[in-house]
């Protein structure tokens, strides 16, 4: 019998390096996902971001409870066109993978990792999205800095990730519990027993081609867990 194609959820974390989803990583991914001929679907917490940054000048323009700050869910639609849903909507039973693309957003609105580190808290519905999908056995993948995410609700599980070769994010992501491995800017880390795929992309990248390649590999590999 036919394999059916492997939809994929994406999940953002706003719109911008600095204090959300990174955007080349977030395009790149869905046009790594396009081209194997797979579908996605974009996902976001519906929940304000910790900051707001002028990514022009660089300093914060706004922080949680400004009237001015902005909202994950409205931010994250402007990458995909307004093509987005509320992360409350996810269901896993409804995909076969699941992805996070990286950006500061994965540190500070998905989690609160850039503040507490290997203590950090995780947004409800991020939990529950990854519970969930961990559960029922979807491959996760995540990129950049997002993996500290997976390292926190999953690290009990001993799960192995990357996020490049940064001794100071693999000394609190080995404090979760989870196994962290170096990897250089295009390499992959692939966690068969846990389903688990993460590559460095700009934790290390210094091109756009460099993210592009490591993308595409982290969704070429996710397809292997799939068999696909």
Request: aromatic share 6%; glycine share 8%.
């Amino acid at each position: 019998m036919e394999m059916k194609t492997p939809r994929f959820a994406v999940v953002l974390s706003g719109c911008g390096v600095f204090d959300g989803s990174e955007i080349h990583e977030a395009v790149l991914t869905m046009l790594a996902i396009e081209r194997t001929g797979c579908e996605y679907q974009c996902f976001a917490p519906n929940t304000w971001q910790a900051r707001t940054i002028d990514h022009f000048t660089g300093s914060a323009v706004a922080i949680a409870g400004d009237e001015d700050n902005r909202n994950v869910l409205a931010e994250s639609a402007r990458i995909c066109r307004g093509n987005i849903k509320d992360l409350a909507e996810f269901r896993a039973q409804d995909f076969e993978g699941i992805v996070f693309p990286g950006g500061f957003g994965a540190a500070l609105n998905l989690s609160d990792f850039a503040v507490k580190g290997a203590e950090c808290e995780i947004n409800q519905e991020v939990r529950r999205a990854l519970e969930e999908s961990y559960r029922q056995g979807l491959v996760i993948g995540a990129m950049c800095i997002a993996p500290v995410v997976l390292a926190r609700v999953l690290g009990k599980e001993h799960i192995k990730i990357t996020v490049g070769n940064d001794k100071n994010v693999a000394a609190g992501i080995a404090k979760t519990g989870a196994e962290h491995e170096n990897k250089g800017v295009t390499e992959v880390c692939v966690d068969e027993e846990h389903k688990i795929v993460t590559t460095p992309c700009y934790m290390l990248a210094k091109s756009m081609k460099e993210v592009a390649d490591g993308t595409a590999n982290l969704i070429d590999e996710m397809l292997e867990l799939m068999d696909y």
